[in-house]
Each structure stands twice: as C-alpha cells, then as structure tokens.
C-alpha cells in the first residue's frame, strides 16, 4: 500500500516563503531512517525525495520534530501522510502516538543542519568576480624589496594606497574576462588568490609613499599589479546554507569555472550569468539541462547535424530537423552572488558538465 502511495506526485499548500512545487516521494523511499552522525537534512530528504530542496515542505511543523534543526544521531524518522495523503516526517518507532512530550535531557550529539559550511568549505575556493570600474579602484602592488616576483614567504610588496597597520590582506591575480554567451557582455573578471599577508606600514600615497605588506602565506607566484583586498571581503559565508529552488528569473548558462577545465564534476566550482540582478541567492538550487545532439533527415537516412555536410543538408529532398530534448544532467548550488555572476557548487552530475550548460530553478 505504501509502495503505490509514495508513487504519487503529491501537491501540498505553498506558504509565502516557498514555491509552488510538488513533493515527488522516491519509489524507494523507505519507511524509516536513523539519523547518522554528519547528516544533514539535505541528506535525509534526499532519501525521501526527488527534489531534496524543497525540504521544508517534508520537516512540516508536528508533535514529534517541531524544530528539523534540532533532530540528533540515532533519531528515527518515519515517512508517513496525513489526512490530505501529504507526506511528512515523523519522530519515533511504528508505535510512536502523537502526544506532547518535553525531552528529558539534552543529547550530547550536534543537532542536524541543513547544509553547514563546514561540509562545502574544501570545495569553496578563494576566488572572487570584479568588474572592471570595482578594479580600477582597488590598491595594488606596485614592487617588492627582491625587486622582482616570488612565491615564498617572509618577504615583503610595496602597495599604492595607505593601508591599515595590523590588517591582513589577500592579494589576487587578474584572470580572464567572463563574457555572457547570451548577450556577449563583459560580466567581471575571475580574480585569484596568490597571497596573503599583514600591513606593516600605513605609508602616505599623498607623499608617494607606498604602504607595506609582508607577506605571510604566498599560494603562487606574486606579481606587480596583484590587487589588494582586505581578508574576508567578498569571503562571508553562512554558516548553514539554507536549500531552496531558484527563481525562475535565474535561468542562464555556464559561463565559466575556477578550475578552468573543458568539464568539471561534483564538487567543482562553476559560474553563472545570473546574480544579485536575477533574483539569485546564496542557497538556490538550480537544475543543469543539455539538448541533446540535434539530428536532421538525409537522404542518407537520419544523421547527426554536426557531421552532415551544409550541401548534403540543402539537396536533401526529406530534410528535417528534430526537436531533440533537453534532459536533467547534474544539480548545482550557488554559493556566491554577484551583481551579474553567481558561483555554484556542483552537487551532483550524471555526466561531465560543461560551458554553456543550461542552468534553470528545479
């Protein structure tokens, strides 16, 4: 009986918060689960659903888990459905009656978060996306007491500004230009960590005296011209990512990654032309699409477009182009947002991802 119930696309009433999307119960969802230590409730509403993002549509408020923030390792859940035949998660063995009840005392173990920090932090590079007016205003350095570019510690880059004694500052590397496939705009440029290091003298730029760093953790080699950012600047992170399906206003592309491969994987960093001006946010969910390779009638039979000839497409008495379709490939989530660029985390990719990839909320 269950096996046909959670078969069932099942439509729940959507608060101002969240969208109208259906829950889809996985046909092998199973009756229960026990909380294991470093799930998270992205993890456990994976079990249950097709799409784990519309988690708060599960952890519906109850007797039993009325906070799915505090669950612990060695909870037991239960899916079951209410009187609408809605799904939702209850607390407790089979025998479990719906009753208040206060916990007795409190458990030793970390509650459950959505998606902690901690968890994604190896993933997440030191990157950050500048246009070029943010550039332009940016101190850099401008020589170093080696007279010429090094990559190890313990030497000190002369800086075109007045700094703050005592700050730590991240210098970074100008990368290449990040250009929209879709309307050829110059979205920013992908500016790279080199370097960190402490402000030792304030200098008086007024004086064209340069400002003094020296240099704590060199990551490459680091150059005149490095831009000068002060530590945690564009580096603030939640830490919980809450998961949601994006704004339909967020559909884009792949424009670009930090590893600057041809195809990236799970765990990869991408980015997207949608941003701050999109509708994006820090926690979107957003779908990856590819068209699958467009076919055309021949008089050869059918053949793939990109290996027919344009002259064996135009003498064609049956030619004939496919509507192919687009199909589900991988989930990322943004991470970072921009005014006109967001950086995404790749959850999960049934094949290698690639630039211009679509992109679009679940």
Known sequence: MLKRIITLILGITMSVTLLADELTIKTDAPKSYTVKQGDTLWDISGIFLNQPWLWPKLWRLNPEINNPHLIYPGDVLRLVFDEQGQPMLVRGKPELKWSPKVRSHLKEQNPVSTLPLHAIAPYIRYDSVKTATELANLPYVIGSDEGHKSSIDGFKVYVNSDLVVGQSYGLFQKGSAIIDPETAENLGYNITLVGTGKATQSGDISLKQPSTIYVEGAKREIRSGAFVIPVNDDQQYPSVFTMRAASPKAQGVIVSS?????????????????????????????????????????????????????????????????????????????????????????????????????????
């Open 258 to 362: 930090v590893s600057k491969l041809r195809e990236f994987a799970k765990f990869d960093v991408v980015m997207i032309n949608k941003g701050d001006q999109q509708a994006v946010k820090a926690g979107d969910v957003l779908m990856v699409n590819r068209q699958s390779p467009a076919v055309v009638e021949t008089e050869d039979g059918p053949q793939y477009s990109k290996n027919t000839s344009r002259w064996n497409r135009m003498v064609s008495e049956s030619q004939t182009d496919y509507d192919m379709p687009t199909e589900t490939i991988g989930k990322v989530m943004v991470f970072k947002v921009y005014t006109n660029v967001s950086m995404a985390l790749i959850l999960s990719s049934e094949k290698p991802l690639r630039i211009l990839d679509q992109v679009t909320a679940p």
